[in-house]
Each structure stands twice: as structure tokens, then as C-alpha cells.
């Protein structure tokens, strides 16, 4: 594997960890779910402050992959939260 893709993959892993973590900690929270904005502004990314972008597209996709790995889930309405094996295994 090349330098590229593992930097890419060592990142993604980070970010992953970090969304999961912001969410592990909303779980006992009356309202557990987190929006992407919630999440991206508690995990210190900066908005982005360019007109036309969409200031949490990196957070929104961090959270498409872990929802894919049943990780998070997603409640429309609600937003996105850890799920209950995600986060019975990262307290253990």
C-alpha cells in the first residue's frame, strides 16, 4: 500500500474515532442524537467559510461510512447517534 492511502486510512480511522467518542459521550443524554454541525463544532473543524460549501460534508461522510459499518445509526429528525453494541464495546 502506498504512503497516500495509508495517511488517508490512518486519518479516516481518526476521524471515525472522534465522532464515535463525541457520540459514546451523548449516549446518556436525555436527547442522545447529535447533528453533524453539533458534532463537527464539538470536535473543533472549523466552518468552513467559503459561501457555496457545505461546512459539514466531512462530518456527514465520517458518519455515512460508520453507518454503513453499523456503528451509528440515524433517525430522521433526530440526527445520528452510537449505537448500543458500538458503545457496550468501546466501554469495555
Do not use: C
Not at 497516500?4 to 442522545?32: C, M, P, W
Not at 460508520?66 to 466501554?91: F, P
Amino acid at each position: 500500500m502506498n504512503t497516500y492511502k495509508q495517511e488517508a486510512r490512518t486519518g479516516l480511522f481518526h476521524l471515525k474515532e472522534s465522532v464515535l467518542d463525541i457520540l459514546l459521550e451523548a449516549k446518556n443524554e436525555e436527547n442522545s442524537y447529535r447533528q453533524p454541525n453539533a458534532i463537527r463544532k464539538r470536535s473543533g473543524i472549523p466552518k468552513i467559510e467559503e459561501p457555496n460549501a457545505h461546512a459539514n460534508t466531512l462530518i456527514y461522510g465520517v458518519l455515512l461510512h460508520l453507518g454503513a459499518e453499523k456503528r451509528v445509526e440515524y433517525k430522521k429528525g433526530y440526527g445520528w447517534r452510537i449505537t448500543d453494541q458500538e458503545a457496550l464495546l468501546r466501554s469495555e
